[in-house]
């Protein structure tokens, strides 16, 4: 596996991942940084357009990961400032005034799930931020009702696998969701 920063000179790779329409339904990873009605409205195409202009003003909006040379994940992370969709949810509202960067979305490739993918890609986002200096990621993990659950339901990632990463259980507000956070100041170093 090979991490790599989302930036205009592997923008390609990121259209090859999500494919002509855009991950799960047009949403080009767009859901969490725009109002419901925007991301709506522009949904598909208007999507994909957005989240280029955030690629091309220098902005990292997450890391592609590749296996065998070819993109094969996503991984949306970034501060949580970013995402202001998440900064209205009533059910993700804030938990502190912590400065938290936030992993809100995770795209595997069909031919790549359920191969342990999605916890590599925990691991590169937690290096990726601590790369950057930031000293929390926060993520939001949904309460899956089937193990066969659709990529649409899981796209947040489950609490099983943040576990795995080291994450720590901060809150359930709701019977759905989850608030986890891993902290990097707080690492063990040999």
């Keep these: 596996m090979d991490f790599r920063p989302l930036t ?30 925007v991301f709506e409205r522009q949904q598909g195409d208007g999507n994909r ?5 955030i690629v091309a003003s220098g902005r990292v909006p997450g890391i592609l990961g590749y296996r065998d040379g070819r993109p094969a994940a996503w991984c949306s992370v970034a501060p949580r400032e970013d995402f202001p969709s998440l900064n209205r949810s009533p059910v993700l509202k804030r938990l502190d005034d912590q400065p938290v960067w936030s992993l809100v979305c995770f795209y595997i490739a ?3 799930r359920r191969t342990g993918l999605m916890r590599a890609m925990i691991g590169a986002a937690v ?12 993520a939001y993990p949904s309460i899956l009702k089937s193990k066969k659950a659709p ?9 099983e696998v943040f576990r795995q990463a080291g994450f720590v259980e901060c809150a359930a507000p ?9 902290a990097i100041a707080q690492e063990k170093r040999p």
Excluded at 9 to 36: I, Q, S
Excluded at 49 to 53: C, Q, S, T
Excluded at 131 to 137: A, L, P
Excluded at 174 to 182: E, N
Aim: charge should be positive; charged fraction near 25%; hydrophobic fraction near 30%.
């Design 127 to 138: 290096d990726h931020v601590r790369r950057q200096g930031g000293t929390i990621v926060e």
């Design 8 to 37: 205009p000179g592997n923008w390609n790779d990121f259209e090859t991942l999500f494919g002509p329409h855009g991950a799960y339904g047009g949403c080009w990873c767009m859901w969490w940084r725009l109002t419901r009605k």
């Design 110 to 112: 069909r031919d790549c």
């Design 151 to 159: 990529p649409t339901t899981s796209f947040m990632g489950t609490p």
């Design 174 to 182: 709701s019977p759905a969701k989850r608030i986890m956070r891993y």
């Design 49 to 53: 357009r957005a989240m280029r202009a």
